[in-house]
């Protein structure tokens, strides 16, 4: 059963009736979740063996060791400044934040998913959704005309003007007369915005009028909705029509207007004129993320680690500071 989104009263003149709105046709799209993959957790280091002391609190060759308390004394001071007053607004993004532990994803983290049964998730790449989105068409294929009365307005999606560039103008006239004089529509297949379309295009009073088309599994079957219109009586409908007849009027869109703007553009200008403004300080957005040159990581860490082996063999090998290799293959054997 389709959703309600609106339920109230339709009247005209002094006939109100209860009625409830519902989607007739929306676009469908394979619904895919945004999932993330934790991360796996790093290998437990082994024990460092007793002695052992990290390079940097190393002390030289000579050096008294400083105590913990006098390390602390000759820290400096803090300069501790005063906490300054919360700006009015600052502007705000979006974060995505995992369910269990709440701590902050990047996009690396994340991977999208379809729901195929209850908590059960086919994961797809990012690479494969890049394979499957088809390319933006550069020319809109007619494969039919068909007359434009015979299109259900249930079928009609977006409406655009179909506005001929340079060179094009005596074409375009020629199309526009043939289909106005014959009556027809053209029918054409076209791909943008990530998206198959087909397309209505049609004669407007100046120009051709493009339309994308619902698919027929986007509209919802008219047998939801039928009515028994064995209930209405001839008298009844003699009644309606001449009210319908007096309430008549030609189709001037200009006499429609969007209230809800119209107020709060008036309530945006009364501020301005009072400067009752806020100034709100943006950051600026950070630029895309440097590319990383693989092979000239790799060799500068190869020869990094190539150093620090270098100046492990020169110092002398001693037991208490010389670590055991780690064998990450064989278990740990347990202290007795």
Do not use: C
């Amino acid at each position: 059963m389709a959703s309600t989104v609106w339920k109230g009263h339709l009247t005209f003149g002094l006939v109100s009736m209860p009625v409830r709105l519902v989607r007739a046709a929306r676009p469908e799209r394979v619904k895919l979740r945004q999932l993330y993959r934790p991360r796996v957790p790093l290998e437990p280091r082994e024990e460092e063996p007793p002695g052992w002391q990290p390079l940097e609190t190393r002390s030289q060759p000579g050096a008294a060791v400083a105590a913990p308390e006098q390390v602390a004394a000759n820290r400096p001071a803090s300069t501790e400044r005063p906490a300054a007053e919360p700006p009015a607004a600052a502007p705000v993004r979006r974060v995505f934040q995992s369910t269990d532990e709440g701590t902050p994803l990047s996009g690396h983290d994340l991977v999208k998913g379809y729901e195929y049964d209850k908590g059960q998730f086919v994961l797809v790449d990012e690479q494969e959704l890049r394979s499957l989105v088809p390319q933006t068409s550069t020319e809109i294929q007619v494969v039919e005309f068909v007359r434009f009365q015979e299109i259900d307005p249930v079928y009609l999606e977006t409406s655009y003007y179909v506005i001929p560039d340079e060179n094009a103008e005596k074409a375009y006239a020629l199309l526009l007369t043939a289909m106005r004089d014959s009556g027809y529509a053209a029918i054409g297949q076209l791909t943008m915005h990530r998206r198959d379309h087909v397309l209505i295009v049609r004669p407007g009073k100046r120009g051709l009028i493009a339309h994308t088309m619902f698919y027929p599994e986007e509209v919802r079957s008219t047998e939801e909705f039928r009515t028994d219109t064995s209930l209405v009586m001839p008298k009844e409908l003699e009644l309606a029509k001449t009210l319908i007849a007096a309430l008549a009027q030609p189709f001037d869109p200009s006499r429609f207007k969007n209230a809800f703007r119209e107020r709060l553009e008036a309530l945006i200008q009364t501020r301005v004129d009072a400067q009752q403004t806020t100034r709100v300080e943006t950051q600026p957005q950070p630029g895309p993320a440097q590319v990383i040159d693989i092979m000239d990581a790799l060799r500068r860490s190869l020869s990094q680690a190539q150093r620090v082996s270098e100046e492990t063999e020169r110092k002398p090998a001693s037991a208490e500071t010389k670590r055991p290799k780690s064998t990450p293959a064989s278990p740990k054997r347990k202290r007795s």
